[in-house]
């Protein structure tokens, strides 16, 4: 029996032909295949056969375009009967089947190996370094003397990532991650002149930021040293070589890369592919530094990498090795959150800003959202912090109005366009607002308010392009060197586009532009990895129900990635109700690596 004959999507082809090739002809393993399939293409590495127990199929598969004949599965032990059943599941490392089921989990055969090759890096990465400590406290006072102040956390996290050869640093906005990394460059250059570096993000606006942080670190601290600083921060996918028609990147692990050290900013927007096939292509002597905020927003495609990997840690190790380290920082751990186990040696978690004030309500509400206390963050929402405010409405037709005001903000930004200022001014009055959604159509989506903000220039402007049209590359184009999420401003006497870089200079013909929307509101996944000054969130007046679809989008995470773009001003539009909502709604994503990793 096909269970799912209705549907013409690919969980239903997939369902089907493992069910007619394994001769598995049953319709609760029929509908346990669908799953699988459909949670890999919605952000989960496996199915854990615990979250569909006992449940209806229509209650788990949220998208009500896919129509399903609805059955209810069984429970846990009659589940894992089935699977142990079905010739399609690998049940050891060394089968090679279409799919895997290990530890209560179902993945399909890639993604089980992902998890597999991430979890072997671990492994072999584990030990430590011989480091000189008092070398690394000599290059931190030099650094010191030049005018930079480092919090002891900060310290330990440089110290980490010298001892080890695999390291991960988390912080909250504001919190010197990027000095950080710039300070781990220092040292290792310092220590080995010959030691070759590798910047890299997931996104192009992403290593810009970085790049350019990189260099004004250098200018400011070092500019009269010969240490041979990296002179570009790569994509993930340009550091390993992309090759256009080939499954495989340039760089494997047959081709190993040929840095000594690889360090990856805005590391909770990696996914477990990439990460995997990262590590892969890495020597077997280079070290490995990840970069990011565990608490924002996961990757867009499977898995929760980042997430899995700072799990549970809110403090330092407290093993004899991690102790010694604390002791020499100046670091103390709270009794109650003292931690022992290997992996936590390597991972720091910075927790001083230095961006915001005592008396900052952006940095009151992220820290409220991130400890999960939704009283204090509605404390701060209806308090007089001069930086947050919160505007409830109670009709589109009120939203709309407030869209279209902001757009006198927008026209003078593209007015500031011109042949006299440089190229890297205007990039940088462009932070100095964005609109903020999490959905990219309907009433509450970019595409209407951005046609809503068009509107309200169009008046002064006539074609398509026009100077200071902002605009989103949706769509990688390796032949141009754009990548999906890069944002780029139309400069009319060059009939071009220009994109942010570390020189601001690079520019591309607007015919040769195919991918692109409008970036005057963005969606909340797309500002990963950017800050504005003045950040407009706006949320959906909804009565979300039973909805998953709302309910997998409007999350705790989404909320904190919003708050946290911001930098002096933070407005949202939106109701009490759906803010509460939020707070109680954390990102569930479904992963064995996270359970592999910490037990």
């Known amino acids: 029996m096909k269970l799912i004959d209705k549907t013409k999507t690919i969980h239903h082809h997939f369902a089907n032909f493992i069910c007619s090739k394994y001769h598995c002809h049953d319709e609760v393993l029929n509908a346990l295949l669908f799953c699988v399939s459909y949670m890999a293409a919605n952000g989960h590495s496996c199915l854990s056969l615990g979250t569909i127990a006992s449940k209806s199929l229509r209650n788990i598969i949220y998208d009500e375009s896919i129509e399903i004949d609805d059955i209810v599965f069984p429970d846990e032990k009659s589940l894992k009967q089935y699977v142990l059943n079905c010739d399609a599941f690998a049940k050891t490392e060394h089968h090679i089947k279409p799919l895997v089921y290990r530890d209560g989990n179902c993945y399909l055969y890639r993604y089980f190996n992902y998890e597999n090759t991430i979890l072997q890096f671990f492994i072999l990465s584990q030990g430590e370094i011989n480091t000189i400590y008092e070398d690394c406290s000599k290059a931190i006072e030099e650094l010191q003397s030049k005018g930079i102040h480092f919090a002891n956390e900060q310290v330990l996290a440089q110290l980490t990532a010298l001892k080890h050869r695999f390291c991960v640093v988390s912080g909250g906005p504001g919190t010197g991650k990027t000095t950080v990394i710039a300070a781990i460059v220092y040292q290792l250059l310092r ?101 990011g905020d565990k608490d924002q927003l996961s ?228 500002s990963q990895g950017s800050e504005f000054n003045h950040v407009v969130l706006i949320l959906p007046h909804i009565d979300i129900g039973n909805n998953e679809h709302w309910r997998m989008l409007l999350t705790r995470e989404l909320l904190y990635t919003a708050v946290t773009r911001a930098r002096n001003k933070l407005t949202i539009i939106g109701n009490k109700k759906i803010l509460q909502y939020m707070m109680k709604n954390p990102t569930i994503r479904s992963s064995g690596l996270r359970q592999r990793l910490w037990q």
């Open 191 to 291: 220590s080995n002149p010959d030691c070759s570096i590798a910047l890299c993000a997931p996104t192009g606006k992403a290593a810009s930021r970085l790049m350019q942080a990189i260099a004004h670190f250098k200018e400011t601290y070092v500019a009269n040293s010969h240490m041979n600083f990296p002179a570009e921060a790569f994509t993930i996918h340009r550091l390993l070589g992309y090759q256009k028609g080939e499954l495989e990147f340039y760089y494997n692990e047959q081709n190993p890369l040929p840095y000594d050290v690889v360090i990856v900013d805005e590391c909770s927007m990696v996914d477990i592919p990439l990460m995997a096939k990262l590590t892969k292509a890495l020597k077997s002597t280079a070290r490995l530094i990840l970069v």
């Open 299 to 526: 990757s867009v495609e499977a898995g929760a990498f980042f997430g899995d990997v700072c799990w549970g840690t809110t403090e330092f190790s407290y093993t004899d090795s991690g102790k010694k380290l604390l002791d020499y920082c100046n670091c103390n751990i709270d009794d109650k959150k003292k931690q022992s186990h290997p992996l936590r040696d390597a991972i720091v978690i910075l927790n001083k800003t230095f961006r915001f004030g005592a008396d900052s309500g952006i940095a009151a509400l992220a820290s409220a959202i991130r400890n999960d206390d939704e009283h204090k963050a509605i404390d701060v929402l209806f308090s007089n912090f001069a930086d947050v405010e919160l505007k409830e409405y109670d009709s589109l037709e009120w939203l709309y109005i407030a869209i279209q005001g902001y757009a006198k903000t927008y026209y003078s930004i593209i007015s500031y366009i011109s042949d006299q200022h440089n190229i890297s001014d205007v990039f940088n009055k462009l932070s100095e607002l964005c609109i903020l959604t999490p959905f990219n159509r309907g009433p509450w989506g970019v595409e209407t308010f951005n046609a809503l903000i068009e509107k309200q220039l169009r008046p002064a402007i006539s074609g398509e392009w026009y100077n200071g049209r902002i605009i989103m590359i949706t769509a990688n184009d390796y032949n141009l060197d754009v990548f999906n999420g890069d944002v780029g401003i139309h400069k009319s006497s060059d009939d071009a586009v220009y994109f942010v870089s570390a020189d601001g200079s690079r520019k591309i013909n607007t015919s040769l532009l195919t991918n692109y929307v409008p970036a005057y509101s963005i969606t909340v996944h797309k």
